[in-house]
């Protein structure tokens, strides 16, 4: 037996909520950074007025030609969850990058320590 169009608005809904007050509680916490959970709220917030409003839901899928409205719900999350990800790997590249260029100056700054104290331990 398939769900009713309105089970699956209830659930999107409740799964909607759920991700915006456990982004929120993660904040509030500092588990999760502002920055970067703004797109989560961004996520929650179009995820939840589209479970809210079936009219929404039903013209997207009309316009695009999916016979099952409430695919539409998961095409959106699966969307905005590939828009993260490519933010995140954008953001994790950009520290990698910071990381090999501290690396390399925490080894330079041991070699000229290294050579102090050899330059020391020769005069004394």
């Not at 659930?11 to 993660?26: H, M, Q, R, Y």
């Not at 007025?49 to 409205?69: E, K």
């Amino acid at each position: 037996m398939a769900p009713t169009p309105l089970a699956v608005s209830i659930a999107a809904t409740i799964a909607s909520l759920v991700l915006l007050f456990g982004v929120l509680e993660l904040v509030r916490r500092r588990r999760l950074r502002e920055k970067y959970a703004l797109l989560w709220i961004l996520t929650a917030v179009v995820l939840l007025i589209l479970s809210v409003w079936r009219g929404a839901v039903s013209g997207i899928a009309t316009a695009l030609g999916v016979s099952y409205g409430p695919t539409v719900l998961f095409a959106v999350g699966a969307l905005f969850i590939l828009v993260v990800l490519l933010h995140y790997s954008t953001v994790i590249s950009a520290l990698t990058d910071r990381t090999v260029v501290l690396a390399q100056k925490v080894a330079s700054l041991e070699q000229r320590i290294d050579e102090l104290e050899r330059g020391q331990d020769s005069e004394s």
